[in-house]
């Protein structure tokens, strides 16, 4: 069992996550991390254009996966979460 942390990037801001979830491995943490993308844009007051990331990261700072938030479709389908994958470089690092 790891903690895995899921920080936000919300209109180029860094909203970290210093509780984070444990999980038994990295895939578990990120299909969290895509149900919570998921979550927030199908949230009613979700500004699609607010460029909204959800980051996985693991205990040692390594970034596991990226989600990009999208909003909800209007016909019932469900939202994408785009996934993209690299290092993690911590809040003051580029992202």
Request: glycine share 14%; proline share 6%; charged share 30%.
């Amino acid at each position: 069992m790891q903690r895995y942390y899921f920080p936000i990037i919300h209109n180029g801001r860094f909203q970290p996550d210093s509780d984070g979830e444990v999980f038994g491995s990295a895939d578990l943490a990120g299909q969290y991390g895509a149900r919570v993308a998921q979550d927030i844009g199908s949230d009613p007051d979700y500004d699609p254009f607010s460029e909204t990331v959800v980051v996985v990261v693991d205990d040692s700072g390594t970034e596991i996966a990226r989600h990009r938030v999208e909003e909800r479709r209007s016909d019932g389908g469900e939202p994408s979460s785009g996934r993209e994958e690299g290092l993690w470089r911590g809040g003051s690092g580029p992202v």
